[in-house]
């Protein structure tokens, strides 16, 4: 497992793709991966705001089942990407309609948002990287609002579609992502740090047996059946733990059984490996003589 499987196209794309979603956001979701297939995809690279965006548009001129997203020209798309650099891309109003009018939305009643109103809500946050240290420091001197993901992702993906249209460039091959969660079950699911193992426990202090990935929530299940997300999983570092275990690509759908799992929290890098980057796991491969 390379380094560079943890920010391919195909990881990507599974990090879009919940089960919960309308078979039209799958179709934007392809489109919009073919049209960015040939783009260089890379540890603080901007690619996957780019790809973001780029379905949130298609989506949102294709939901009506009039057209599908292969049927979007590229000037189409390059026209309603480009606007004023100081400003957020209009685009933001069309994609808001779009969901609330597919109940992809916000839904007030249960106060929360649909995995494709999360995504959309990410992509347009100008808050992002600006909040605080603490709710009184914020109280005392509220943050600014800044450039949005999506504000630099319409100028780039403008810029690219200029670029690209004439002559036209040759799409790369897409990889071929299914919607649908990914589930482990484990006899034993540790985290890992530069310098420490914890096993993966539940609220109520039980081993965790199952991690279930769909799109961009994770949650788990203990022994007990007490169900619960936890803060230091992200859908991209469980699918590369799978993928080192297994061999599979990290984008992989479907159900998995394994005898352990070692999960890399945010204080790793998507890509490292445990027992190269841990110091415990480090000694254990390599026992001084």
């Given amino acids: 497992m390379s380094d560079q499987s943890a920010y391919d196209l195909d990881l990507e794309m599974s990090l879009l793709l919940p089960s919960s979603a309308p078979p039209s956001w799958a179709a934007a979701v392809h489109e919009a991966a073919r049209h960015l ?3 260089p995809w890379e540890a603080g690279g901007r690619a996957a705001d780019d790809l973001t965006t780029l379905a949130l548009l298609l989506f949102a001129r294709t939901y009506t089942g009039d057209r599908a997203p292969a049927e ?3 000037t189409e798309l390059r026209e309603a990407l480009d606007g004023p650099v100081d400003r957020e891309p209009r685009i933001i109003d069309e994609i808001d309609r779009a969901l609330t009018a597919t109940g992809q939305g916000y839904d007030r009643a249960a106060g929360r948002g649909t995995p494709l109103w999360d995504l959309f809500n990410a ?3 100008q808050y992002a990287g600006r909040l605080g240290a603490s709710a009184l420091a914020d109280d005392i001197e509220p ?3 800044g450039p949005s993901p999506m ?3 319409a100028r780039r993906l403008a810029q690219f579609f200029a670029d690209t249209s004439v002559p036209p460039r040759e799409p790369a091959a897409t990889p071929a992502v299914e919607s649908g969660p990914l589930t482990i079950e484990s006899d034993r699911i540790q985290l890992v740090t530069a310098g420490s193992i ?3 426990r539940c609220p109520r202090n039980h081993d965790v047996r199952t991690v279930r990935v769909d799109g961009r929530d994770v949650v788990t ?3 007990q059946g007490h169900v619960a997300g936890h803060w230091a999983l992200e859908p991209a570092r469980v699918r590369m733990a799978v ?7 990290p984008s992989v759908q479907g159900k998995r059984e394994l005898q352990d799992l070692l999960i890399v929290t945010t204080d790793l890098p998507r890509h490292s490996d445990p027992y190269r980057d841990n110091v415990f796991l480090q000694a254990s491969r390599h026992p001084a003589i």
């Fill in 221 to 223: 299940e203990c022994g």
């Fill in 243 to 249: 993928a080192r275990a297994t061999g599979a690509r």
């Fill in 123 to 125: 992509a347009r946050n």
């Fill in 151 to 153: 504000r630099g992702a």
């Fill in 198 to 200: 914890m096993p993966l």
């Fill in 72 to 74: 979007i020209p590229v």
């Fill in 37 to 39: 297939a040939g783009l």
């Fill in 143 to 145: 943050p600014f609002p």
